[in-house]
């Protein structure tokens, strides 16, 4: 028989009557198939190739219920495990429903408040999922322990690491491997483990969020599932509101242990490694092998998560850590930051000739008038001077006024370039305008531009038009 006409027997033998339709949804990150028996009631039916890993399923799903959490009752399923039915949740992904917060970087309170929902049931499944849980049941591995460390650490190196063609030594690497099982292994519980917690796998019921696709779950530490949910490739947290979720987390969290949070963050950011670079393999493999084009353009967002953890030492892992620093300068991940990476375009001008045009079309950006501050060309031996020499410099800093004016600017830019670079935008200008485009302009622009270049790390193109000069401070 046919996968339909399986899940049709099964649906018949459970209602008394066939399913009026049956419709195959879009297929996961799995090998399991998912269809919508339309009927009454409309169910799921479920067929996956691996029995056992079906079970480890239908076994978590009937023990999460008798604890009362959010999951979808199972109501029939076959005698060889293959085949199974389901409560029908709706069609709404977690993922989907923060999808204009993810594209945009700013997330709305609705958006918010589900995260927050998420988090704060993070824990209960944690610890109620564990009281009286048989993790015997669990499929590949009881719990998470080194064997299963290193199967993700060498998934990582064999799907990903070397389809780059990066050159390494593999004993150092292995070295390093091994230090970082022992760093994850320290922090052993008798949790469970949701492994592939993300938001992808958490459906939204009536406002609430419901869990699925927990059967690669086991017996193992917190942090995992805190570093998989958080920094998720595609998810596009920024950073102000992944701290406010982790708050969220540890809050709840406290309701079943006492938190030392400086351990816990500390502990937390090797787990967010190992995730990332387990989360990695698993694109390499699905992208890269497969042919499925989602965890092919999923690899430049866990680049620049790994990117960014890279900013930080890890002491510990120093070979490993060098392996990923060239792993993320390669040419076809550098090409694509470029093109996601913000540029701050910085212009002095004079306000008689007019204020510059924004040649990236997007027609924003800050235009500051200089005027207020004492103007050092009011007076002859600086006229043959601009905001760029040793007089000019000395004369407006000795007077105060710019100083004073440019620590309000900074304030308005650096928040605007710090919400700009979470939302992934990639142009902003800021002008500064005064009576020639020689003195106060260029000071503010030249000072203003350096100063993004050092807080931030980006590339500012700075002109002084009125002087045709040109400068170029390149991305660090």
């Known amino acids: 028989m046919t996968i339909t006409e399986e899940l049709n027997q099964l649906y018949t033998r459970y209602t008394g009557r066939p399913a009026l339709r049956i419709d195959e949804m879009p297929s996961s990150g799995s090998n399991r198939r998912y269809f919508r028996l339309t009927g009454d009631p409309t169910l799921i039916g479920v067929s996956g190739e691996s029995a056992e890993e079906n079970r480890a399923f ?16 199972v109501v029939a399923q076959s005698d060889d495990s293959i085949f199974y039915l389901q409560e029908d949740l709706g069609d709404q992904l977690l993922f989907n429903a923060i999808e204009k917060g993810r594209q945009t970087g700013v997330f709305d309170e609705h958006e918010k408040e589900l995260l927050r929902k998420t988090m704060r049931l993070l824990p ?21 322990n080194s064997r299963s460390i290193l199967w ?6 064999y799907c990903f690491l070397k389809a780059t063609g990066i050159e390494f030594q593999e004993n150092k690497l292995e ?7 022992d760093v994850l292994l320290r922090s052993g519980s008798a949790t469970f483990l949701y492994r592939d917690f993300q938001s992808r796998n958490v459906m939204v019921k009536d406002g609430e969020p419901w869990l699925i696709d927990f059967q690669g779950g086991r017996k193992g530490p917190v942090y995992y599932d805190v570093a998989s949910f958080l920094w998720q490739a595609k998810a596009n947290y ?20 006492p938190v030392d949070e400086s351990y816990f963050y500390a502990q937390l950011r090797h787990f967010v490694l190992f995730r990332t670079l387990q989360v990695l393999g698993a694109y390499g493999f699905r992208g890269y092998f497969e042919k499925k084009p989602h965890f092919i353009q999923s690899v430049p967002f866990a680049i620049e998560n790994l990117r960014r953890l890279l900013q930080e030492p890890y002491p510990e892992y120093p070979y490993l850590c060098d392996v990923l620093r060239r792993l993320t300068e390669l040419k076809q991940f550098t090409d694509d ?17 007019g204020i510059p045009e924004d040649p990236s079309g997007n027609g924003g950006g800050y235009v500051f008038d200089c005027r207020a501050v004492n103007n050092p060309g009011k007076y002859e031996r600086y006229k043959p001077f601009t905001g760029l020499d040793e007089p000019v410099i000395r004369f407006l800093e000795e007077d105060g006024e710019i100083t004073q004016f440019l620590t309000h600017v900074y304030a308005l ?4 370039v710090k919400r700009y670079m979470e939302r992934g935008f990639t142009s902003l200008s800021v002008c500064f305008g005064c009576t020639g485009g ?20 980006i590339q500012v193109n700075l002109v002084h038009r009125e002087q045709n000069i040109e400068q170029i401070f390149k991305a660090r």
Request: with cysteine; aromatic share 14%; hydrophobic share 35%.
């Open 152 to 157: 993700d650490l060498n998934y990582f190196k």
């Open 58 to 73: 239908l076994y978590m799903a009937a023990h999460f219920r008798s604890k009362g959490l959010p999951v979808p009752q």
């Open 438 to 457: 020689q003195h106060r302009s260029v000071y503010s622009a030249q000072h203003l531009a350096e100063h993004l270049n050092q807080q931030f790390g």
């Open 124 to 144: 209960v499944v944690q610890f109620a999922g564990a009281e009286g849980m048989d993790f015997s049941f669990c499929y590949p591995q009881s719990e998470f």
């Open 238 to 257: 920024p950073d102000s509101l992944r701290q406010e979720l982790l708050k969220e987390y540890i809050d709840a969290l406290r309701r079943y242990q």
């Open 337 to 353: 930051l470029q093109k996601r990476r913000l540029v701050v375009k910085v212009t002095s001008f004079a306000y008689k000739k």
């Open 175 to 181: 070295d390093d491997f091994q230090k970082m099982t």
């Open 413 to 416: 830019v650096d928040a605007s």
